[in-house]
């Protein structure tokens, strides 16, 4: 199964289609251009943007996590005990994070993608496991017992921990090391991983060709950026990860629409009337997910409209303040961060925690708004 992209173009009306792609484009431009000028406010509607496009796509997918939760969770500071969805939302919020550190071009690639979501070991140990697979034959698994003794099975228990904590290392910082499998067990429950997905290289080498033929006919980048999100519904190249596919078109309009941003494409088709269905012709498709893309440039600058006017009041509250007073410090961490704890403050200030305190008090009705119901451990933000 592939996705032919010449054939699609030319189902397409380009008449119907003209004004809903040039509009989209605009928005996304206007976006990204007055996000580039405000650079007090770029870091803190950046934080924000990886909350709530990650809340949208998991909303997408049919589960709901509360944007307070979420940031609280991610702040270290819960309020109950993280649930499943939750979890996963954590997962996809550092996903995101760590896309948008890396250059467009390192992601966009299938080595890129893989190392992304953690499977680059398949393609440095595929011919290991295959040979692994005629050892067995027609056997079933063997158990580690009948080949290692306690001591050997206590030391690579150990190894595969030592592998796991480097592993996480290098997850953090964003480059992922192929990791090796040290035990028959791993190594069957590699087999059996990959045995499931038998056609999965294929499709995804068939998104990929699909991206390399969008550059080579030059087409508009928002209608590359929809053609490619179209194609990912319709190739499905990895089964478990539906959010990559709205991640990876927002990284190829970053890298020719919005330089200074991702755009949060999940929160826009969230937004947007339109939801994806296979049935639906071609030209509906991508109109829809060009209404998407526009939402989701509208979601950026409301972003920008809250945070301007809550610079605003703020500044207003800190008119009055010494010239050697730290409340205007404090005052721009409410702007740079979803969420400010008094230990966060007490850390970034270098103030102890009546100092905050009394801070919080000076702010009156220009605080934050309290985000756990709390009277103690208590976080302020702006969402």
Request: net charge neutral.
């Amino acid at each position: 199964m592939g996705y032919d992209l010449r054939k699609s173009l030319k189902s397409l009306d380009w008449f119907d289609l003209a004004g809903t792609l040039d509009s989209a484009s605009r928005v996304l431009t206007r976006s990204d251009e007055r996000l580039r000028r405000t650079p007090t406010l770029e870091d803190g509607v950046r934080r924000r943007s990886h909350l709530f496009d990650t809340c949208a796509s998991i909303a997408l997918n049919g589960d709901l996590v509360h944007l307070e939760d979420l940031v609280l969770h991610d702040a270290g500071t819960d309020r109950r005990a993280p649930t499943h969805e939750l979890t996963r939302a954590a997962r996809l919020l550092s996903l995101r994070r760590r896309i948008d550190r890396q250059p467009p071009e390192a992601v966009l690639s299938r080595t890129g993608v893989l190392t992304l979501i953690g499977q680059q070991a398949d393609l440095a140990f595929s011919d290991d496991t295959q040979d692994h697979r005629q050892e067995q034959g027609r056997g079933g698994v063997l158990s580690a017992a009948q080949y290692l003794d306690d001591a050997e099975a206590e030391e690579a228990l150990l190894a595969e921990i030592d592998a796991v904590l480097e592993r996480s290392r290098h997850l953090a910082d964003g480059t992922i090391l192929p990791r090796r499998i040290t035990s028959v067990l791993s190594t069957s429950a590699q087999l059996a991983r990959i045995s499931e997905t038998p056609d999965r290289d294929d499709r995804l080498d068939s998104w990929f060709a699909s991206l390399n033929e969008a550059d080579a006919l030059n087409l508009p980048p928002v209608l590359t950026a929809a053609l490619l999100l179209d194609a990912w519904h319709v190739l499905q190249p990895l089964d478990n990860w539906p959010e990559l596919g709205r991640l990876l078109p927002a990284v190829f309009l970053k890298a020719h629409v919005t330089p200074s941003h991702l755009p949060i494409l999940s929160a826009g088709l969230r937004k947007s009337p339109f939801r994806w269905r296979r049935k639906d012709p071609l030209q509906t498709r991508i109109a829809g997910l060009l209404l998407g893309f526009e939402k989701a440039a509208l979601e950026t600058l409301d972003q920008l409209d809250r945070l301007s006017i809550a610079q605003e009041q703020l500044a207003r509250h800190c008119q009055s303040c010494r010239s050697h007073s730290r409340l205007p410090e404090f005052a721009q961490m409410f702007l740079s961060r979803p969420l400010v704890t008094i230990p966060m403050a007490r850390q970034t200030l270098g103030v102890t925690a009546a100092a905050v305190d009394r801070m919080i008090r000076q702010l009156g009705p220009a605080l934050p708004r309290e985000l756990t119901g709390r009277d103690r451990y208590r976080a302020w933000g702006i969402l």
